[in-house]
C-alpha cells in the first residue's frame, strides 16, 4: 500500500464523516423547524395566534410535522445508502462501516422521536 494511497483513504474517510454530521444537523434543524414555526405554542396545546386549537388543526400540525420529520430520515437514508453502494464498489470498507454505523444511528434516532406532543 502506498502513502499516497492511505491518505487519499483517510481524507475520503474524514469527508464522509463531516457529511454525516452534516446531514445529522441538516436532518435536526429541518425537525426543528416544523417543530417550532409557530402554529402550536406552549408544548403544542395552544395557537401561538391564541386560544385552543380544534382536533383538526392538532391533528393537521402532528401530521406535518411527522412528514418533515420522517421524510428527512427517509432522505437521509438515502444518501447513506448511495454511499455505501459508492464505497462497497471502490472497496472503501472503512466507509461502508462507518455509513453503517451512521445508518443505525439514523434509524434509532426516527424509531425513538415522538411525532405527537404530549397533550397533558
Keep these: 500500500?502506498?502513502?499516497d494511497d492511505l491518505t487519499g483513504r483517510i481524507v475520503a474517510t474524514v469527508a464522509v464523516l463531516i457529511g454525516d454530521v452534516a446531514l445529522l444537523m441538516?436532518?435536526?434543524?429541518?425537525?426543528n423547524w416544523a417543530r417550532n414555526r409557530?402554529?402550536?405554542c406552549d408544548g403544542a396545546t395552544v395557537l401561538c395566534s391564541g386560544g385552543d386549537p380544534s382536533p383538526a388543526q392538532w391533528q393537521a400540525e402532528m401530521?406535518?410535522?411527522s412528514t418533515v420529520a420522517y421524510g428527512s430520515f427517509t432522505v437521509m437514508a438515502l444518501i447513506l445508502i448511495v454511499?455505501?453502494?459508492?464505497?462497497?464498489?471502490?472497496?472503501r470498507n472503512g466507509i461502508v462501516v462507518m455509513q453503517f454505523m451512521a445508518f443505525a444511528a439514523m434509524a434509532a434516532l426516527a424509531a425513538l422521536?415522538?411525532?405527537?406532543?404530549?397533550?397533558?
Design 38 to 40: 409557530g402554529v402550536l
Design 1 to 3: 500500500m502506498k502513502t
Design 83 to 91: 454511499t455505501v453502494v459508492a464505497a462497497w464498489r471502490r472497496r
Design 113 to 120: 422521536w415522538e411525532p405527537y406532543a404530549p397533550l397533558h
Design 63 to 65: 401530521t406535518f410535522r
Design 26 to 31: 441538516a436532518t435536526g434543524f429541518a425537525i
